[in-house]
């Protein structure tokens, strides 16, 4: 439960994450950890290194020195300190990532679960924009519940598809719609987007149904269901997942998808999903 600036529920679910990467990571072999994930130039074992990374600094602990060179596809100082963090850590085997980690996300929690209100309502930059401390965790919950899945395709291990981190993760995605429906596919004023995500009942997942309504120039998500949507978008959850976050191309996904309307148009949201560019 929340209490006023202490995210409890938002702690347990970054707790939920960190114990499903300890759960994976235990499970890998040395080549398991070395296969290629669909960030781009990252192992399974670079995620796990962002991960630790990023917890460790905010954790108190000095971000490394070094200096990776070389990286091409690295875009913003963002990804220059990331790619540093990961490439300090090429020389390590997975199991010593795995161990840094383990130590890492049980300090960190200790910090998390003793820290007072004064703690979580300290100002800092967040990929959002200015925030506090508070506001970061929702951040972290869903980079780490992200990279987590990232970790798991490239590995063919379905897993932690569900519960309250998804939900977390796939709900604060979805925000991202209007943009997507409004602005970038210049959707018609008076017309209305519909997207389903079903869940597989076996693999899990998290099923939503968005509707999104252009009104006055501006989009919106509500409630109410139009009578006749433009177009009706329904996919599983890792591939809403895949196109919100560009790991995939809606070129890579589109047998995925099922269309229903105005098909051109809704061809223009799915190429238009990816808000991590």
């Known amino acids: 439960m929340e209490t006023d600036m202490i995210p409890n529920d938002t702690i347990d679910k970054l707790a939920m994450c960190f114990a499903s990467l300890s759960e994976l990571g235990q499970q890998l072999s040395e080549e398991q950890w070395k296969l290629p994930t669909e960030c781009p130039g990252w192992t399974v074992q670079d995620n796990l290194s962002h991960i630790v990374a990023f917890e460790r600094v905010l954790n108190g602990y000095p971000a490394t020195t070094h200096q990776a060179k070389g990286f091409d596809y690295i875009k913003n100082p963002i990804g220059t300190s990331n790619e540093n963090e990961i490439d300090a ?13 383990n130590e890492t996300a049980a ?21 959002t924009g200015l925030g506090t401390i508070a ?6 919950v869903l980079d780490c519940w992200v990279h987590e899945q990232d970790m798991r395709r490239a590995l063919g291990i379905t897993g932690h598809l569900s519960g309250p981190a998804a939900e977390h993760t796939i709900d604060r995605l979805i925000r991202t719609i209007p943009i997507v429906v ?3 596919a210049s959707t ?9 995500i079903t869940a597989d009942p076996v693999l899990g997942g998290v099923r939503r149904h968005i509707i999104c309504t252009v009104m006055n120039g501006r989009a919106a998500l509500l409630d109410i269901e139009p009578e006749a949507p433009l177009c009706r978008l329904t996919m599983d959850t890792q591939t ?33 999903m990816n808000m991590m560019i």
């Open 240 to 272: 809403f997942l895949t196109l919100a976050t560009g790991r995939r191309g809606a070129e890579q996904i589109t047998n995925s998808i099922e269309y229903a309307g105005d098909l051109t148009h809704g061809h223009k949201i799915v190429a238009s």
């Open 107 to 127: 300090a960190r929690l200790a910090t998390l679960r003793s820290a007072d209100e004064a703690y979580y309502s300290t100002e800092m930059a967040t990929p």
């Open 182 to 184: 409004g602005k970038r």
């Open 89 to 101: 850590r090429r020389h390590l085997s997975g199991a010593e990532v795995l161990a840094e980690w």
């Open 188 to 196: 018609p004023d008076g017309q209305s987007v519909v997207i389903d």
């Open 135 to 140: 506001d970061l965790l929702h951040i972290r």
